[in-house]
Structure formats: C-alpha cells, structure tokens
C-alpha cells in the first residue's frame, strides 16, 4: 500500500478532480452570477498533453478516480480527446512503473467520470461514451422552467433533461443528479426530484448551498440543511439509510422503504462536515494544486512541471503538497474566509 497519498492526517488521496476549464455557458447564482468572469490566460492553462502527464504520475501514486469538472467541462474543445488519453490510465500496463519510487505496480484508474451542466450532452453523450467515460453526474437544480432560468440564467431546462435521456441512452451509468438547494429558490422541489429519480432510475444528489458563490452572497440563512432535506423527502417517499461503509464519499446513501428504484444521496457539508474522511485533492484548469475546496494557498504544479522538472521531482512535489492538505474547512468558525477563487475557478 506504499504507493497511496497519504496526507498528514493519514487520510489516503484516492480522488483527484480536474477542472478542463473556468469558462461557463450558464450563470447559476450560486456559483457564478455576474457577467462575464476574469479567466485564466490561455498559455497558463494545462494542455492535455499536461494534463495527461500529470493524472499518470496521480494515478501511479495511488488516484483511483478522476472527475473532470470546471467551469463547464464541455466547453473545452475536443473534450474526448482528453476522456481518451485518461481513459489509458485504466490499464495498468500503459503506466509507468513506480519502481524507482517503491517498487510497487499501481492498479491503474478505476473510474473517470465527469460533472456537466448538461447542455452540451444531447448531441455529445455518446461520444464521450465511446472516448472512454465511464459514469456522469449533471447538474439540475430545478424541474420547473421559470425556476430552472432564475437559479442557472439560462433557459434551457427541455435540453438538460434531453441531455439526461442521452446519457441514459449512451449508458453512461449510474447517472447522478445534483442539485443545490437553496432557501427561496427550491426547497419546494426537494419531494418532486425524489419523484423524479424513482421514475428515471437516477441517483439524486442535493447539495447544501456552500459559501462558494463568485458574487459572495452566501448567507447562512439560505443554507437548507441535509436534516431538512431529508425530511421533506421521507414526507412523501419514505426512506432507509443504504448501509454500506461511507468511507470517503461526500454523500449520506438512502434507498426508497418500498423498493421504488432510484436512490437519494445527501451532501451537506455545512451542517454535517465530512472532512475527516476526505480522500481528495483538486487540479485547477490553470495547474494550481488545491488540497480543499476551501483551501487559501494553491500550489503551482504548472510551474514545477514548466521549469523542466523530472518525473521524481514531480512526484516529490506533488507527495510534499498533499502532506499541506487542511484537516478540516472552517465554515462554521468565526472569521471565516471564503477562499478568493470559487466554485467555477476551482473545479466543483
Ligand atoms: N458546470 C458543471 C456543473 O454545473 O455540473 C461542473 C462544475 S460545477 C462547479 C460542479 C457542481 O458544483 C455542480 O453540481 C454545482 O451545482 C455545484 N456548485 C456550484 N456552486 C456551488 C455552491 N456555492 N454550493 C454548492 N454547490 C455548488
Ligand atoms: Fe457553470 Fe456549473 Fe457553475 Fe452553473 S454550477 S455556473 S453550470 S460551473
């Protein structure tokens, strides 16, 4: 077990998420509400061929999952090139050996998925399918089309849940639904997307609303708890806790009581912090390490792999950065700082 990331804290790093990009086509107001954002310069952003190196050298220190995010993953041109070159890392034999750092052969890549607004999925799905994606989780924060425009600012609510059919279709499975629940906006919804994930067979997601807004109005007050959540579900549709290990997973597991298919997970880092068991460590689109989504220091793998660095020294780096990974987020201590950079600049 020599090759796995293990931070300070003794937690194993088994989960990277690369953000492709920090350019979005929608403007959820939780994320990225105002206009058009500051993005990074196109020479700093990681090219495949970067990206591609670098998820090798994570994978053979013991990643077992990568999560393409963003901004929106789908802008980025030719995405399945990307999906391709990772989906490599599955096999065991097309990684390097880690011999000469301790003479152990990695397992290779279990899972690569990707998180989408869904826009772009009704004509792509199944081409990211045949690139080598293995599973996608797409965002839907409303099933009402006024509401669905209010909270994303884009109307486009028939496409998304066009785009849901075609990854059914392309059987990128299981599918995952997130959904943010914000105080004024859905909570009315949270019984009907439960509806929804019976009927579809989908496994749905609800997201407490975290202080990761670019426009910085998180408030407390508009935080629904996963308590809450979860009681407006079990009102209708009754449910039972899914009772396998949670291990690192960021989300509660339940099943309907009467075996309805479809499952309701709850992530709800403000009320309920998981940090202790986190298993995961993020790639910004422009290089930048960030071991918590509320970290406020990055770490600038582009540099080090830039300057010429050899794949020792990389390795080196990236084992050094890991042992800085923060033992917990400090949401709910006074003085509080939310991190300078958000949700979409970070890679949600
Ligand atoms: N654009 C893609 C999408 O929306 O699925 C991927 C990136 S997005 C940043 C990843 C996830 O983060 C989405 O499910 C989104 O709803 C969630 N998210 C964004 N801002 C958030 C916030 N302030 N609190 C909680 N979740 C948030
Ligand atoms: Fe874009 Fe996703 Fe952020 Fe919405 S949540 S603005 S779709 S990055």
Known sequence: MSNVLKDAYNRPIRDLRVSLTDRCNFRCFYCLPHGEPPIAPKDQMLSYEEIAYVCEIFVALGIEKIRLTGGEPMMRRDIETIIGKLSQLKLSDKLQLVDEINNQKPQGLQDLALTTNGYFLPDRAQSLKDAGLDRITISLDSLKRDVFKRMTGVDVLDRVLTGIDAARK??????KINAVIVRGHNEDEVADFAAFAREHDVKMRFIEFMPLDSGHDWSRADVVSGREIRERINARF???????PRGSETSSRYRFVDGAPGEIGIIAPVTEPFCGACSRIRLTADGQIRTCLFSTVEH???DVLRSGASREEIVDYIKA???KKEPRHFIND??????SRTMSFIGG
């Not at 006074?334 to 991190?339: E, I, K």
């Open 300 to 302: 600038s793998l582009r």
């Open 334 to 339: 006074p003085g509080f700082v939310a991190p």
């Open 170 to 175: 392309a059987d990128l499975k299981p599918i």
């Open 238 to 244: 009754p449910l039972e806790p899914i009772d396998v």
């Open 321 to 323: 950065v890991v042992l």
